[in-house]
């Protein structure tokens, strides 16, 4: 059978550094900072004291006060940007045909406030009163719950479920969307992902493993990938969403088209529980893999949004695996980590990227990888690639492509290319 096309026709998102779509990608082409101290719990005794926070979010705009209330912050921040998606789409939700609508998200954790608030609840309270638990604790928990939400809002009766692949997640949501929607199961998929994990158990878990900065003096450039100095990532939160949609579909009803879908790729490391492959042998297959459904070679790439980060040794390995595929086309990219800005979104950071790559495809600009220092160079990093720090770089860009790598050594890549009829 004939694959059929799919286009981006909407985007919307709650950042660390923007609750818009399009204000998100106007801090990242200003290379503004998330990061700023933790605000949702004490952190005061904590290694590390900081994240990337949403900011003067208001959920009452997108659902109603008595609603959010059953809903964890990770379903809030994933129903604002679906409404926003929807919304940007131009889509009249009551003329589709709702049973060719899906909603495929992808969460790494789901509720872990909720789930904390409870047993926290219980643990003090248990040998005075016994066990006693919210009644909406189970659904405002689960990692499912906000593509329920969002299907429940709209009345979409297409394919309705989450991926869960640690960092992976929000692009192995995508890839799925992508696939059923060119395989003529749907017309139009809400795909995206969301999380809220900086909590007490998310914050003191992620730094009892050593993967979090300590940078507490200066937050704002603690996100450093490909800097020497690294020490870690920035934990983040939000969600963002894109509206796939099959291209004639889109065409009849004259949708704005931002780009192209026209890969996607996944692979396993197949090596550790948290550390990526040290040559990049999984991230080498994933990309390979994603190029060869696009029908593309490396050449066609132009920009790569890397993992990066800001680990000691998976920006090393990204690396590698960059020029061991790309070989002497690997100097003519641009790469760069919008992690540096937004910080790390675990699961919902396939979705941010791929928004940022939908974005450099259709204004032909990079954003940047701040935080790197003159002379804060890794003698096991190869600076002759273009790393476009500091800020933005214009150029033509006809492809790009999108990298994430979730703990389990689950990886997952996207292409997005320039719409052309």
């Known amino acids: 059978m004939e694959l059929k096309r799919v286009v981006v026709t909407g985007m919307g998102a709650v950042t660390p550094i923007g609750n818009t779509a399009q204000e998100t990608w106007q801090n990242m082409l200003a290379g503004v900072s998330g990061a700023a101290p933790i605000t949702h719990f004490n952190a005061e005794k904590f290694k590390t004291q900081f994240a990337c926070e949403v900011k003067n979010f208001d959920v009452n705009q997108y659902v109603d006060r008595k609603e959010a209330r059953k809903m964890d912050p990770y379903c809030q921040f994933a129903l604002a940007a679906a409404q926003m998606a929807v919304e940007d789409s131009g889509m009249d939700v009551e003329a589709e045909d709702k049973n060719r609508i899906g909603v495929i998200m992808g969460v790494g954790i789901g509720g872990m406030k909720t789930y904390e608030e409870e047993v926290s609840s219980y643990a003090k309270t248990a040998d005075t009163v016994g066990p006693k638990f919210n009644p909406f604790f189970v659904p405002k ?3 499912d719950i906000c593509a329920g939400h969002i299907s429940i809002k709209y009345g979409f009766h297409g394919p309705n479920y989450i991926t869960s692949s640690a960092c992976a997640s929000s692009t192995n949501a995508l890839a799925d969307a992508f696939n059923l929607i060119r395989l003529g199961k749907a017309n139009i998929i809400v795909s995206g992902g969301a999380e809220a994990a900086i909590t007490a158990a998310g914050v003191g878990g992620f730094t009892s493993m050593h993967a979090l900065s300590t940078r507490n003096d200066s937050p704002e450039t603690a996100s450093r990938p490909f800097s020497a100095t690294r020490d870690g990532f920035v934990i983040a939160e ?6 796939l949609e099959e291209l004639e579909h889109a065409k009849a009803r004259g949708a704005k088209i931002y780009a192209e ?5 996944m692979s396993a490391d197949a090596h550790h529980i948290t550390a990526s492959h040290p040559e990049g042998l999984g991230a080498i297959l994933v990309m390979q893999n994603a190029l060869e459904d696009a029908g593309m070679n490396p050449e066609d790439i132009d920009y790569i949004n890397v993992h990066g980060t800001s680990t000691p040794v998976g920006d090393i390995s990204e ?4 020029k061991a595929l790309f070989g002497e086309h690997a100097y003519k990219l641009n790469i760069s980590s919008t992690k540096s800005m937004t910080g790390h979104l675990l699961g919902a950071a396939g979705a941010i990227e791929a928004m940022a790559s939908v974005m450099a495809v259709k ?7 701040i935080n790197h220092e003159e002379g804060d160079d890794d003698p096991e990093i190869d600076y002759n690639l273009n790393f476009t720090f500091g800020k933005p770089q214009k150029r033509e860009i006809r492809a790009a492509l999108s990298n994430t790598f979730g703990f389990g050594g689950h990886n997952a890549c996207v292409i997005f290319k320039k719409y052309l009829d």
């Open 363 to 369: 204004e032909d600009i990079v954003p940047p990888t």
């Open 319 to 322: 690396v590698k695996a960059i």
């Open 261 to 265: 879908m026209i890969g996607a790729g």
């Open 141 to 143: 928990m689960i990692a």
């Open 238 to 243: 939000g969600s963002a969403c894109l509206i």
